[in-house]
Nanobody
Framework: QVQLVESGGGLVQDGGSLRLSCAAS????????MGWFRQAPGKEREFVAS????????NYADSVKGRFTISRENAKNMCYLQMNSPKPENTAVYYC?????????????????????WGQGTQVTVSS
């Protein structure tokens, strides 16, 4: 199973930008679809974005479309979440996740329980 470690969280101003990184261990990284979820205090973990091995047609939550971009570098076992113009309500712990799905059925994988591997999370705080 793949192990995941997030980095890049921190404090960002409303309208700024931040890039989260997820480093994966294991030689089968390209076999996994990758995703980002977030959890705000007192709320359930929610889907943010996902991407399949090829990187084609990533899936996004409606709330982040046009502002956040998920990408991956299979040769480096890395996945990224570029956050542009984040809002204070985007303050949360952001988690990287992986599941061995390779095709566009990944669009159905928006629930926490559907994903197999998780990182420890990285805190993102957006100030107004």
């Amino acid at each position: 199973q793949v192990q995941l470690v997030e980095s890049g969280g921190g404090l960002v101003q409303d309208g700024g930008s931040l890039r989260l990184s997820c480093a994966a261990s294991g030689r089968t990284f390209s076999s996994y679809a990758m995703g980002w979820f977030r959890q705000a205090p007192g709320k359930e973990r929610e889907f943010v974005a996902s991407i399949i091995r090829s990187g084609d047609n990533p899936n996004y939550a409606d709330s982040v479309k046009g502002r956040f971009t998920i990408s991956r570098e299979n040769a480096k076992n890395m996945c990224y979440l570029q956050m542009n113009s984040p809002k204070p309500e985007n303050t949360a712990v952001y988690y990287c996740a992986a599941v061995p799905v390779q095709y566009y059925s990944i669009y159905l994988y928006t629930q926490e329980r559907q994903w197999d591997a998780w990182g420890q999370g990285t805190q993102v705080t957006v100030s107004s």
